[in-house]
């Protein structure tokens, strides 16, 4: 057990049992003033009970993707990790000041603008969908991490021509020589 974890801490477009729904780019410029130092993990959102920290906190087309670490020299953090490894536990919550915010119809208020103070670890989550989606092992995000820039890296592929093609270069496709001078 590392204390590894990653999850959704809340998900666009999905109303909670508030009736707010967070808009994509709600947490964009939280995120790029606080980084991740400046957000706390938190049990119950109790300040008293930090239990970790966060490692990423990033949108995706889904929501707001964590993937947090539990200080397990912490006795509530080892509980927390204990429970989470047996599956009691999976919820997440955010605590935040509201920024900007219009009205929808149907009594649901759109978050557009959100300033992230902290994400707890909570039993009951207020958006059904904020989830621990599974203990990480320490490695596992790095490896994904890495194929993902791997990927992003790799020359797009492309049909062979002469001058992709493996094997001596007809020599009207390699470099001019520099010139010489005497």
């Not at 103070?117 to 599974?134: H, K, N, Y």
Request: hydrophobic fraction near 45%.
């Amino acid at each position: 057990m590392d204390g590894h974890f990653t999850g959704y801490a809340s998900l666009f477009g999905v109303p909670d049992l508030g009736r707010d729904v967070v808009a994509p780019g709600a947490f964009a410029a939280s995120l790029s003033v606080r980084g991740t130092e400046g957000v706390r993990m938190l049990w119950q959102h109790d300040p008293a009970e930090p239990v970790g920290r966060w490692l990423s906190l990033r949108e995706d087309a889904r929501g707001l993707r964590v993937e947090g670490r539990l200080n397990l020299a912490v006795q509530r953090a080892r509980e927390l990790d204990a429970l989470l490894r047996e599956g009691a536990l999976d919820g997440l919550s955010i605590g935040f000041r509201t920024v900007r915010a219009r009205p929808e119809r149907g009594g649901t208020r759109r978050l557009e603008a959100i300033d992230l103070w902290e994400i707890s670890l909570v039993t009951f989550p207020l958006q059904a969908g904020a989830r621990i989606t599974a203990p990480a092992h320490a490695g596992a995000a790095l490896a994904q991490d890495l194929h993902a820039l791997a990927r992003r890296m790799a020359p797009a592929r492309r049909a062979a021509t002469p001058s992709t093609r493996p094997g001596p270069r007809p020599a009207a496709l390699r470099p001019a020589r520099p010139a010489r001078f005497a």
